[in-house]
């Protein structure tokens, strides 16, 4: 895996004059994993554990439409197929996160019961088997995405 940890930068202005500032990528943190089936773009990812040896730690599969599950890695940045690269946001900013709709700004998201890559709402008491994984920072939409924060877990 190859960690993206680089020194990021708030400055309005580049050395030059010219305009920069704040992007999705100055607040989060990603890993290059191999897809162990199709991914697709703002799915959340899992370790597939169905490998063996260190290779379960290197391939992500969607979550499964298991709420709470424990092994929760990311967020998937781009679409992938079966053993093609995959960048995934391990911790931080995502737009366009798979959200059940209906989740509010403000709300802690789980793996979803119902639909693989989605998150729902966490709700303590119910997901006993894992903590939160993320939370939202816009409210999920109609087409069941939102902007997140993806907490670091490993």
């Known amino acids: 895996m190859a960690t993206s ?9 580049d050395s030059a004059g010219g305009a920069v500032g704040a992007t999705p990528a100055n607040r989060r943190q990603t890993e290059i994993f191999f897809a162990g089936a199709a991914i697709a773009a703002g ?3 899992s370790f597939d554990t169905s490998k063996s ?6 391939t992500v599969i969607k979550t499964t439409a ?5 092994n929760v890695v990311g967020v998937a940045l781009r679409a992938a197929a079966s053993g093609d690269k995959v960048e995934v946001v391990v911790s ?6 798979a959200v059940v709709n209906g989740v509010l700004k403000g709300e802690s998201v789980t793996t979803s019961g ?9 709700a303590s008491g119910t997901h006993t088997n894992a903590a939160p994984c993320g939370v939202l920072l816009e409210d999920a939409s109609a087409s069941n995405t939102a ?5 670091k877990q490993f």
């Open 43 to 45: 799915d959340w990812v």
């Open 5 to 13: 940890t680089l020194i990021q930068s708030l400055d309005t202005k």
């Open 114 to 122: 119902v639909t693989a890559g989605r998150a729902l709402k966490y």
């Open 147 to 151: 902007t997140v924060w993806v907490y």
């Open 53 to 58: 040896g260190a290779t379960r730690v290197v």
């Open 92 to 97: 931080g900013y995502v737009e366009g996160a």
């Open 66 to 70: 298991t709420a709470g599950q424990s």
